[in-house]
């Protein structure tokens, strides 16, 4: 991978003035086509996702409901197969160095994976919170699960109903658990879909090549599929992702996805091995490893300000989960929390308080300031090392050229003696 770092820098610096603007120009309309996908990606999202909700309005058959219920998901995974086979494509036209090349695939992957999380959320808000009606519930019936009315988020007591059942009208009472259903949907798609390319479709296109290459040029030319190392990697990011956002509203996504994650491993391995060859680009151990942690903490930093802004301001419901005793119209989650945290023993509510305090907050800050600068000031000393020592074998090796042009010269005049 360094001597096609080198070449493409080579490259790179022999193009003229006219061919480098030529190039931004083109880079500047690629990019402008990768934001037109990801703005198609997000409205094909939330049309579905509202497609959704107005069709469970009406009475479904059985597959048809199955469908409807499932179809952001399918959208969400369809996308995510994709766009990203698109965004490498493109990124070979805008002739980056192939580390630079990765990394940019893989963020607008990732913008790609990521956002679609939020806009599944924001197109369930208006059905989760805007569009709350109020309605009627007497004190003493408030938190009576038997008394329709009066259990949960009232929205969801008429938009329920699979195959002419009209008892199953208002069974879904807490929006926390469509939420939760919605990632658990996400995590079995992202499963079924990642584990049917590998054996529907990678596998059966090594068979096909093995026995038709000699006899099929195309077959030859198509090749077998590439096990590609950052959208293998990028897979696993998006379970994370999925995990940590879902984990508030579904206890046991955690187990479900340390089950999926561990079926991927010998998935992936089995891919590997028998199914994929390598790919043509080689990529840097180490680089890849800290560029791949870095998408990871912002992955973590993205559902944390969106679980963030959830729990600061949307209602519980008021007749299911852990917020339902210390709910009230106008509480939010956080809200709820900080009262629960009230009635707890004087030890452990104090501890927990202590957390939020400038006592805790200033010294935290300080020690990961000084972490943060220790290890830049690392990394510096490190990139400093690696260019003397770069240095240094050149110098080397013009030291090895002239000796070797005065033993050649020598040679040469005892030749002629």
Request: charged residues 20%; positive net charge; contains cysteine.
């Amino acid at each position: 991978s360094t001597l096609e770092e080198v070449r493409w820098k080579q490259r790179y610096e022999s193009r003229t003035a006219q061919e480098k603007v030529q190039l931004y120009v083109k880079r500047a309309g690629i990019h402008m086509a990768v934001i037109a996908l990801l703005g198609g990606s997000f409205v094909a999202i939330a049309f579905s996702t509202n497609f959704m909700l107005e069709k469970q309005q009406e009475v479904l058959s059985g597959f048809e409901g199955l469908l409807i219920n499932y179809l952001p998901s399918i959208v969400i995974c369809v996308l995510n197969l994709i766009i990203p086979e698109i965004f490498m494509i493109l990124c070979d036209f805008e002739e980056y160095s192939n580390n630079w090349k990765t990394r940019i695939t893989i963020l607008r992957a990732v913008v790609l994976r990521l956002a679609s999380v939020w806009v599944l959320i924001v197109a369930l808000y208006n059905r989760l919170q805007a569009e709350q009606e109020p309605y009627a519930c007497p004190e003493e019936y408030k938190f009576n699960a038997t008394v329709q009315r009066c259990c949960g988020n009232s929205l969801w007591q008429t938009d329920v109903s699979i195959g002419g059942d009209p008892s199953g009208r208002g069974t879904v009472k807490c929006w926390e658990t469509y939420v939760g259903q919605q990632f658990y949907k996400l995590s079995l798609v992202d499963f079924i879909s990642i584990a049917a390319i590998v054996l529907l479709i990678g596998l059966p296109r090594r068979f096909l090549y093995n026995s038709l290459k000699d006899k099929v040029p195309i077959v030859a030319k198509i090749g077998k599929s590439k096990f590609d190392l950052p959208i293998q990697v990028l897979d696993i990011v998006y379970s994370q992702t999925l995990c940590w956002i879902g984990m508030f509203f579904t206890p046991l996504l955690p187990a479900i996805t340390f089950v999926k994650v561990f079926i991927f491993f010998f998935l992936k391995k089995f891919e590997l091995v028998y199914v994929a060859q390598a790919p043509d680009n080689a990529y840097g151990a180490s680089r890849s490893y800290s560029f791949f942690q870095s998408v990871l903490l912002f992955s973590f930093i993205v559902i944390s300000s969106l679980l963030g802004f959830m729990i600061g301001n949307y209602n519980p419901s008021m007749s299911c989960g852990p917020f339902r005793l210390y709910s009230k119209k106008d509480h939010v989650m956080f809200t709820t929390a900080t009262n629960a945290v009230n009635s707890w023993p004087s030890v452990p509510g104090s501890i927990i308080k202590y957390f939020g305090t400038v006592a805790f907050f200033l010294p935290a800050f300080l020690i990961l300031l000084l972490a943060i600068y220790y290890y830049s000031a690392l990394s510096a000393g490190y990139r400093k090392m690696e260019k003397l020592l770069k240095l240094e074998l050149k110098s080397e090796a013009h030291d090895k050229q002239f000796l070797l042009a005065r033993v050649d010269e020598i040679i040469k005049k005892g030749q002629l003696k």
